[in-house]
C-alpha cells in the first residue's frame, strides 16, 4: 500500500532528493564548512530538544559554552550540549572509525545523549527493563504503550535488520521515514528515545550518502508542525497510515531543505558584506579581523574571553570591538560600563529563525 501510494506521488520523493542534493551542493561554496557543521549541529540539537519542552533559546547555548550565565536553567542547555556532542560521536564512529550503524552504536549515542543531564538516572546506554509510556500518567491512560520490556531486544534486533536489508524495493527515504516511526514506537530506552530518534535521522542522511555534512535541521519542520508529527507516528501505530506519514515526512525533508539552502546563503552574505566593511578600518583591521573569526564560531562574547582566546591586549580588543560596533556589525547588549558583552547580532539573528522556544 505505501510503496503504491508513492508511485502515484513519486515527484514528491524525487522533489526531495532534489532538495537535499542541492543543500549538500551548497557545501561545495562554502569557504569553512566546519564553521558550518558546528552552527547547524548547535541549531538541530536545539530544535529537538525544543520539541520536548526544552526553552533553550540558542543565545543560551552560545552563552553556556562561552562560560556565561544562560537565562533558562542549566539542565535545558546542558540537554542540548549532550546532543552536540552525541552527534558529532555518532559521526565520528561511523565514518572514522567506519562501525556500522547497530544496536551497539545506538546504545552508545544514548549514553553520550544523556551523560550528566536530566535522565542520566535512567540507564543511559541501556535498552529499558521497564515498561514505558507516551502521555497519559500511567499505561492505563496513556496515549500509546509500547510493546513490553521483554520484547525489545527482538523488535530492536529487526529494526537493525531492516537498516542493512539492501532491498531496492523501499526507496531510502521512505526507509529512513518507516525506520523513525517504528524506533519511536518500541521506545526502546527509558528516556530520550524522541532526541535519539531525530538523531538517527540525520545519520542515515549521512552514511547512505545523502548528505556529505550534517546540515540538514529536520527538526525546524517537524517543532512548527509538531501537534501533526505525533498524529502521524501514532495513526501509523494505531491505522497503518503509512502513506500519509511518508507524505510528511518528505515534505519535512523538503522545506527543511530548502530553508537550510536559503539560510546558507543569507550566512555567506552576512559574512561577505561584515568582512568587506572589517577591511576599511585600516591599521585596526588585522585585529579585528581576528576577533570576528572568533565570532563566528561564538557570537557571544566579552573582551576577557577574546583577549585569552586571541593572544591580545584587552585595549586592542576592545578598539575592534568598538570600531565593528560603530559599522552595526556587532551589539554591546548589556548597556554597563563593566562586563560588557558583545553578540554578532546579524548573523545570530538569521541562526536564530524558526529556534524560539515553544
Known amino acids: 500500500m505505501i510503496l503504491r501510494g508513492l508511485m502515484q506521488r513519486s515527484s514528491l520523493l524525487d ?91 545506538i ?21 529499558r527493563k521497564s515498561q514505558n509510556w507516551i502521555g497519559g500518567t500511567k499505561p492505563g491512560n496513556a496515549v500509546f504503550v509500547p510493546p513490553p520490556p521483554e520484547q525489545v531486544m527482538d523488535l530492536m534486533g529487526d529494526l537493525e535488520k531492516f537498516i542493512h536489508d539492501k532491498s531496492p524495493h523501499i526507496p531510502s527515504l521512505v526507509k529512513i521515514a518507516m525506520f523513525h516511526v517504528q524506533f519511536e514506537s518500541i521506545h526502546p530506552f527509558l528516556d530520550g528515545n524522541g532526541r535519539l530518534g531525530r538523531l538517527l535521522i540525520t545519520l542515515l542522511l549521512c552514511e547512505w550518502g545523502y548528505l556529505r555534512h550534517p546540515i540538514l535541521y529536520l527538526s525546524y519542520y517537524l517543532k512548527l508542525n509538531r501537534q501533526k508529527y505525533y498524529e502521524l507516528l501514532q ?18 525533508i523538503i522545506v527543511s531543505a530548502e530553508e537550510g539552502t536559503h539560510a546558507t546563503k543569507r550566512l555567506l552574505q552576512a559574512l561577505e558584506k561584515s568582512e568587506q566593511q572589517i577591511q576599511l578600518l585600516g591599521k585596526g583591521s588585522a585585529s579585528a579581523l581576528k576577533v570576528f573569526d572568533f565570532m563566528k564560531r561564538h557570537p557571544i562574547t566579552t573582551i576577557p574571553i577574546l583577549s585569552r582566546s ?14 565593528m560596533k560603530e559599522m552595526s556589525i556587532i551589539h554591546e547588549i548589556t548597556g554597563k560600563k563593566r562586563g560588557k558583552v558583545y553578540t554578532f547580532h546579524t548573523y545570530l539573528d538569521i541562526l536564530e529563525e524558526g529556534s524560539q522556544a515553544l
Open 15 to 105: 522533489k526531495a532528493i532534489l532538495a537535499i542534493g542541492k543543500l549538500d551542493a551548497m557545501s561545495d561554496f562554502i569557504p569553512d564548512i566546519n564553521l558550518f557543521i558546528y552552527l547547524y549541529v548547535r541549531k538541530e540539537a536545539l530544535l529537538s530538544s525544543q520539541i520536548e519542552g526544552t526553552q533553550s533559546s540558542l543565545a543560551d547555548i552560545f552563552l553556556h559554552e562561552s562560560h556565561l550565565s544562560p537565562s533558562v536553567p542549566i539542565e535545558d542547555v546542558e540537554e542540548v550540549t549532550n546532543y552536540v556532542l552525541a552527534i558529532n560521536y555518532a559521526l565520528k564512529r561511523v565514518r572514522k572509525d567506519q562501525f556500522p550503524i547497530s544496536l551497539r552504536l
Open 235 to 252: 495513526k501509523v501505530r494505531m491505522e497503518g497510515l503509512w502513506e500519509e506519514w511518508t507524505r510528511f515526512f518528505l515534505e519535512a
Open 310 to 323: 586571541l593572544d591580545l591586549s584587552p585595549h586592542t580588543v576592545l578598539k575592534a570591538l568598538e570600531g
Open 107 to 127: 546504545k552508545e549515542i544514548h549514553q553520550v545523549l544523556l551523560k550528566g543531564a536530566r535522565g542520566q538516572e535512567k540507564n543511559p546506554g541501556e535498552f
